[in-house]
């Protein structure tokens, strides 16, 4: 076999090309009528109040920290098991982030796995909502409120994910979506962020557009930079939204077939929905026996295999957090079984909407005969 099964691609089409010759036609490349256009559709689709677009989603939970006042000599609880970005974007503030373990049967980080975590620098939670479902949102909301911390969801892998009937990312006081290549809407690199608050929003504003609500004028109140998007991108977003559900039968449609030949299969697993959420599949993700070996056997048949996510307490790049005093102790293994057991056990497997079946089927085939010796 000499062709690759991708773990993922884009949905892209002919239309993303027409909406790009658009921006050229009009000679607009930077943000504008559709960088407008992709933000009204955007709140209608997910149901905010406020909201502005960012250049990627790490770049949209730092915009959103900083605009909830965090800062250095701050701690932000974060699940041990997300994506780097969560806690870089931490980092960049001059916080330190504070991990948490998750539940590894859902992946999600709930409210006992946050308090268990907070110290007394504490000053706002991370909720993350991973592999397209959400995590037990409603609870951490409560835990912020009796502790008076701030929640910033970050809700990258999110989109058309509810919990209790209403989108993830709207129930803290901010919240963050990714456009990247690999989520369900992507712009190629992109991001937003959200809000209830007209107070947020006019610090979001400010911090986005170099200290200033107005473009145009060289007078420059309070200090901002440069968090703006391009209309090429809100052009490749417009097409996408309307391609939203068409994205969610097929990513629907590839969860139900591997369910169908995998689910008879011992050694492997499905992980687990969190009650009270919607689920449009981010990751096929699974517990696999000798999950490594599995890789292996998967890769050497060309096709493209991921492991979970590396435990954010663990990476080499926040090494230098340890030497902080009383941090040591928040960073051994032993607080974080969840985490770890999910990166030693968990693979994910190719799917994107365009997955053609015949390839899903092969992924299935080769699984089945790993585990039945062949
Ligand atoms: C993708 C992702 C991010 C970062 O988004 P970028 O657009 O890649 O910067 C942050 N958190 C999670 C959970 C993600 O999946």
Redesign the pocket.
Known sequence: MDKTILQFAPFLDEQEYAALRECFDANWLTEGPKAREFLARLKQQIGFEFGCLAP???LA?YLGLRALGIGPGDDVVVPDF??F??ASAVEMTGADPIFCDVDPETLQAGAEHFESALTPRTRALMP?HIYGMACPIAPIVELARQRELAVIE?A??AIEVFYAGRHAGTFGDVGCF?F?AD?TLTTG?G?LVVTNSAEIQQKLLVLRNQGRTDRGSFVHEALGYNFRMTDLQAAIGLVQISKLEEIKRRKSRILLRYHERLDPIEEVRFISLTPGSSYVPFRIAIYAQRATDLMRHLELQNIQTRTFFYPLHRQPAFEPLRRKPGYAGRLADEAFPGAIRAYENGVCLPSYPGLPPEDLDTVCDRIIEFYAGR
Do not use: I, P
């Open positions: 990627n989603g790490t939970l997300t994506f970005g969560s993350v970050d990258a892998q990714s990247f989520k690199e991001g």
